[in-house]
């Protein structure tokens, strides 16, 4: 009898084991990746932010916190941080609203609307260095197509990008002109998930077209708007490729290391990181300072995705509370 009992256990035991041999067996090459190429270099980088290696020395020389006390007492790093906010404040909102514009125009199925979503997601799989090439030369404040597009509605032109006021707003309006058919994209899935029952009870209600975008479905894509504003936010932090490309020659050289102008006023904090990591006329610089840089930029985009969590409970709606929550709105007269 108990041999009976045990048996299909100890099967059930056993098919259970081999499953998550398998399982585990599938999962090993992406789990030795990520320790090898991701887990291995954050603990690498960590060590040398307490070192100082200009990459000319045979091995890094042990510092201590001399790169983490010359980083907080760095009058740069404010600057370059301010830049990155201004590149924020423009480009990411941009995007974040031209995005559902192009979103509510293009979902739903009409002629040639196809065409109209492959034409604004195309400059998304461009490459960031190509796109920023030819929009410097648009901009080119002498006789490019922008600027002489400017001056035909009588309005002078300014210099795009060799003026502090408007250089770092048209690097963020580059890049938001190229990324707009990513979160087009991401808008219109949410769009089409929107009940129309839902939006059907709100017009027997009595809401208008502004009531019902706003009470039913701006609740319902909340999860989406929450998602780009936290992959838009990391990634304008690690803003650089656009930078290089717009700027890179606007001193007579190429490349980063000429990049960030005009007067500093696009040098955000990853161009200054990969500045101070090939600059060895400081006394405190290179790889390890780099790396201080670097942690100190993660430690702020991990406080700022933690914060925009907190802050997200409150108006992200997710598909098991959804009910629930529009039902308390309407109850309270809301929708």
Not at 64 to 81: K, Q, S
Not at 183 to 208: F, H, K, R, S, W
Not at 231 to 238: C, E, V, Y
């Amino acid at each position: 009898m108990t041999d009976t009992v045990r048996t299909p256990q100890r099967r059930g035991r056993s098919i259970a084991s081999r499953r998550a041999r398998t399982a585990l067996l599938f999962v090993a090459p992406q789990v030795c990746g990520l320790l090898v190429f991701t887990a291995g270099p954050l603990v690498a980088s960590l060590g040398l932010s307490f070192s100082n290696w200009d990459l000319v020395a045979p091995a890094p020389t042990f510092t201590g916190l001399e790169n983490w006390t010359h980083l907080l007492a760095d009058d740069r790093i404010p600057a370059v941080l301010w830049n990155t906010v201004r590149f924020i404040l423009v480009g990411t909102t941009s995007f974040l609203l031209f995005s559902l514009i192009a979103a509510l125009l293009t979902y739903t199925p009409r002629r040639f609307v196809g065409l109209y979503r492959a034409a604004l997601f195309l400059p998304y799989v461009l490459s960031q260095i190509a796109v920023g090439v030819v929009w410097r030369w648009m901009f080119n404040s002498q006789s490019g197509p922008v600027t002489n597009a400017v001056e035909l509605l009588g309005i002078p032109a300014p210099d795009w990008l060799l003026d502090p006021a408007t250089a770092m707003p048209s690097i963020a309006m580059v890049v938001t002109w190229q990324t707009v058919g990513y979160g087009m994209t991401l808008y219109i899935a949410a769009l089409q998930g929107v009940p129309t029952t839902l939006l059907e009870a709100a017009t027997i209600d009595g809401a208008n077209r502004w009531q019902r975008f706003r009470h039913v479905t701006i609740p319902i894509i909340s999860p989406t708007v929450f998602f780009l504003t936290i992959t838009s936010l990391i990634g304008a932090f690690q803003l650089f490729d656009p930078v290089v490309a717009m700027t890179g020659a606007s001193v007579g050289g190429s490349g980063p290391a000429t990049a960030g102008g005009p007067s500093n006023s696009t040098r955000t904090i990853v161009l200054y990181m990969y500045n101070q990591m090939f600059n060895y006329n400081e006394p405190i610089s290179g790889l390890g300072y780099a790396a201080a840089i670097a942690w100190m930029l993660a430690m702020l985009i991990f406080i700022v995705t933690a914060i925009q969590f907190v802050v997200g409970r409150r108006f992200v709606y997710y598909e098991s509370e959804r009910a629930p929550r529009i039902k308390r709105r309407r109850e309270r007269g809301v929708a």
